[in-house]
């Protein structure tokens, strides 16, 4: 079951890959940019000093990147998706911006121990398949984080449309999820196309943070998004 476990995870990342990787998400994503650094993502950087190092997890094109950068951050910004990561170097190449971009594979990070001293992770984590598996890629995030280091983490929930993960079964759900073994609860496909995504009502998500090496600060809903601090917890 491990060694297949493996191997669908793989394929359900390669999904996600795929998904970022073409031309719609491409357009999307460099439309995005014009719109800069969102409210709650400027609050959370309020406390730090031009310079601190920042590191934006799954990137895309380069949006938060770039608005970061003209503040005076020193920035990373890491996705799976090749496609994006071309696209928002040629834009920092032509915007005259200094950010580093890097294709990386989920789970592990290519950075430095005690890289950066805070992350952003926005509607990131639903993309990590297996709950195991995205409660160890938050052990690698706080890995690259300073000891006292935070990730303001943004995330789609179904609070206000649904109420049980049994709606989401629909035909699109239906259609390609007999190809896999080992979905949980909750796993599921963008409509329709066979492009994983989980789902995650906020309790649950709540849950499965809690059981990381951050501990949740400042939790706010904001209609279908929850948005929160992740803080290192001490010792770790």
Known sequence: MKTNKTAESRRLLHSVTEKYNGPEELDIRKDELKNGIREAEQAF???YPPGSRMLDIGCASGRLCFALARQGFNVTGIDVAGKQIDQARRH???ENVDVTFLQYEMPTLPLPDGSFAAAFMGNV????PHRASRIA???EVARVLVPDGEVFLSQTVLDSVLEGYEEICDDNHRRFAPDFETLEEGDGFVLGAPQYLHFFFA?????ELAASPFQIVDPVMEDDRFNCVLRKRKGM
């Open 125 to 128: 984590y639903c993309y990590v």
């Open 203 to 207: 309790d649950d998500l709540k849950a």
């Open 92 to 94: 920092a190449q032509d």
């Open 137 to 139: 890629f938050l052990d």
């Open 45 to 47: 950087i309020r406390p």
